[in-house]
């Protein structure tokens, strides 16, 4: 590991976990934390709890803002663990010198997804710095929700089950950068941001055992099936026509060389589903996003890794992402 941090340490992938390892798991290591999971889930599976701060550039975007990204973001992550949200805690620090337009327009968004979830803020904390010291506003929010599914944990993907993806993926990277840089598209790309707990409960209402679920934030699909392959010591075979990526999202990835399943989404989660209850799952997946699809299907097979079958009859390993991808993302 490096002696000083690198933006290549926050991207979700690999540098990111040895980070996470070596220093915060390294400190702070108990059972429920080493579980490694969106959230925690606490209180004997009653509750479950989640952070996460937000420094996204541009703070608006085409689809959502950081305000929007701050309450999905918390949220999602607690719909993961099958968990309804319910509270919140919100706390900003802003650069001096920061509009109250758009503090406000902010706010608005948190608001409007707040209603979204049915969750409230109920704790806070305000910090103004000097001029230079954030840059313009960074949000952290936690949360808490209330476990509607027991038992579901990436840490027990066995071969009965099938991976599904809840939509096409990438978006929220591609759209990102397209807006930092300001690249001219020709299409009507936007950030996936989305608040995912009413597709979670409609799955959880419909009877579906759910083994595992991940929202692909950062280090993207790529990310979570590698880590999930870790976590279940699983090997996972993935059908590379079956992941569903726009032609937007296509588009921008050939023309500057990236790899869409490593690009970040806001309102993508992969589920690890049993195979009876797989084809119920997609198509409730459907009634929601009309490209959500049955991607890879879990095995023993050496090594526990992901593999990519290529529609040519190729393979080669899905890595871990690696390097400095896209910062300030989410």
């Not at 805690?89 to 010198?97: Q, R, Y």
């Not at 704790?123 to 960074?138: A, C, M, R």
Request: proline share 2%; net charge negative.
């Amino acid at each position: 590991m490096t002696n000083t941090i690198t933006l290549a340490q926050g991207n979700g992938g690999e540098e990111n976990n040895e980070l996470i390892t070596k220093v915060f798991y390294k400190a702070f290591e108990n059972e429920i934390l080493s579980k490694s999971e969106d959230a925690a889930v606490i209180e004997s599976g009653k509750l479950a709890m989640s952070t996460d701060s937000f420094t996204v550039s541009p703070l608006f975007f085409n689809g959502g803002d950081i305000g929007k990204l701050s309450i999905c973001g918390t949220c999602n992550d607690l719909a993961m663990m099958g968990a309804k949200p319910k509270y919140l805690t919100c706390s900003v620090i802003i650069e001096e010198g920061f509009e109250i337009e758009q503090l406000e327009r902010i706010v608005e968004s948190m608001k409007k997804e707040l209603g979204k979830n049915g969750a409230v803020v109920v704790s806070g904390d305000t910090k103004v710095v000097q001029k230079g010291s954030v840059d313009k506003i960074f949000i952290n929010t936690t949360g808490v929700g209330e476990v509607l599914q027991e038992g579901i944990s990436s840490n027990n993907i066995s071969e009965d089950e099938l991976i599904l993806v809840s939509r096409d993926i990438g978006a929220h990277g591609a759209a990102i950068f397209a807006a930092r840089e300001g690249i001219e598209l020709s299409t009507d790309l936007q950030s996936d941001c989305e608040s995912l707990f009413a597709t979670v409960e409609t799955l959880i209402n419909s009877g579906i055992k759910i083994t595992a679920m991940r929202d692909a934030t950062r280090g993207g699909l790529a990310a979570v099936l590698n880590e999930w392959a870790k976590q279940s010591n699983v090997c996972i075979e993935v059908e590379e026509e079956k992941i569903p990526v726009s032609d937007s999202v296509q588009g921008i990835c050939e023309m500057l060389g990236f790899e869409a399943s490593a690009l970040a989404n806001e309102g993508t989660f992969v589920l690890a589903i049993n195979k009876e209850d797989a084809q119920k799952a997609l198509e409730i997946l459907q009634t929601f996003h009309a490209n959500a699809q049955i991607i890879a299907n879990v095995t023993q097979n050496q090594p526990k890794k992901v593999v990519l079958h290529s529609a040519w009859g190729t393979k080669r390993y899905l890595e871990i992402p690696t390097g400095e991808l896209l910062p300030r993302i989410c």
